[in-house]
């Protein structure tokens, strides 16, 4: 897995500094309009939308922003668009499985767009359910080195749910089940850890190894998805070990 989630957070970082900024902050805005709706417009009694917020706040979304989203979502003002959750399946190259979630106020311009892009980069599309089954619904806090040892956030986290810490170079992961996340986060901040985000993300239970050649492959489909406005998020069970994620710069 610690290819897969070294990926994964450097791609996160770079995507608060590329072109695609714009396309970020939308995506960050959806998923707080869509939690604000889901569960109410109140961060302090809606975990989801708590996250949501800080998730944007981190990544330099202006408050402003933030607020209208919010509202929209609460119907605290109009103009919220009728989002949709689906999730589509499908393989990539060298037998990865990949799943896709979307997020869309049009179900056919989705299907269109995850379809042509996975066709495009040597995917193919999978029945519902042949993909899934390899995956885990699991919280995953990411928490930056500031300061905070490994041992320090063992500490806090050990007792509110943790199932296990990783160390990704310049930040931990902590792993815990989606229904703990919010125990987990409310420990870090009583014993005064920041963290960066937290979310709910499917893991996989099975990785596949893949080669510079693969795995070069791999991202570019995966980037053809993200570039959907559409998507989400895209979850993949590869493994890339640190000596080809170096040579991929």
Same mark, same amino acid.
Not at 34 to 54: E, M
Not at 66 to 94: C, F, H, L, S
């Given at each position: 897995? $610690?290819?897969?989630?070294?990926?994964?957070?450097?791609?996160?970082?770079? +995507?608060?500094?590329?072109?695609?900024?714009?396309?970020?902050?939308?995506?960050?805005?959806?998923? %707080?309009?869509?939690?604000?709706?889901?569960?109410?417009?109140?961060?302090?009694? !809606?975990?989801?939308?708590?996250?949501?917020?800080?998730?944007?706040?981190?990544?330099?979304?202006?408050?402003? !922003? %933030? #607020?209208?989203?919010?509202?929209?979502?609460?119907?605290?003002?109009?103009?919220?668009?009728?989002?949709?959750?689906?999730?589509?399946?499908?393989?990539?190259?060298?037998? *990865?499985?990949?799943?896709?979630?979307?997020?869309?106020?049009?179900?056919?311009?989705?299907?269109?767009?995850?379809?042509? +892009?996975?066709?495009?980069?040597?995917? !193919?599309?999978?029945?519902?359910?042949?993909?899934?089954?390899?995956?885990?619904?699991?919280?995953?806090?990411?928490?930056?080195?500031?300061?905070?040892?490994?041992?320090?956030?063992?500490?806090?986290?050990?007792?509110?749910? +943790? #199932?296990?810490?990783? &160390?990704?170079?310049?930040? @931990?992961?902590?792993?815990?089940?989606?229904?703990?996340?919010?125990?987990?986060?409310?420990?870090?901040?009583?014993?005064?850890?920041?963290?960066? $985000?937290?979310?709910?993300?499917?893991?996989? $239970? *099975?990785?596949?190894?893949? &080669?510079?050649?693969?795995?070069?492959?791999?991202?570019?489909?995966? #980037?053809?998805? #993200?570039?959907?406005?559409?998507?989400?998020?895209?979850?993949?069970? @590869?493994?890339?070990?640190?000596?080809?994620?170096?040579?991929?710069?």
């Amino acid at each position: 897995m $610690s290819g897969h989630s070294k990926w994964a957070t450097t791609k996160h970082k770079k +995507a608060a500094l590329d072109a695609k900024r714009g396309k970020l902050f939308a995506k960050l805005i959806k998923n %707080i309009e869509v939690a604000a709706r889901t569960g109410g417009g109140d961060p302090d009694g !809606n975990p989801t939308l708590y996250d949501a917020i800080q998730k944007a706040r981190k990544n330099s979304v202006p408050l402003d !922003n %933030i #607020e209208r989203a919010r509202k929209r979502g609460a119907g605290e003002e109009a103009g919220g668009a009728d989002w949709q959750n689906i999730t589509y399946e499908g393989y990539a190259p060298g037998g *990865v499985a990949v799943l896709i979630e979307c997020l869309t106020d049009n179900r056919n311009r989705a299907a269109s767009e995850v379809r042509t +892009a996975m066709t495009r980069n040597g995917g !193919n599309m999978a029945d519902p359910g042949s993909v899934s089954y390899l995956f885990n619904r699991k919280g995953v806090v990411i928490v930056p080195k500031d300061g905070a040892s490994e041992d320090d956030v063992m500490l806090a986290v050990l007792d509110a749910g +943790a #199932e296990e810490v990783n &160390d990704l170079g310049e930040s @931990f992961e902590v792993i815990c089940e989606a229904g703990d996340m919010v125990a987990v986060r409310s420990a870090l901040q009583e014993a005064d850890i920041d963290y960066e $985000s937290a979310d709910a993300n499917w893991l996989p $239970s *099975v990785t596949v190894p893949l &080669d510079e050649d693969n795995a070069k492959k791999v991202f570019r489909l995966i #980037e053809a998805l #993200e570039d959907s406005d559409d998507v989400q998020d895209v979850f993949a069970n @590869f493994d890339v070990d640190d000596e080809v994620l170096a040579k991929l710069g």
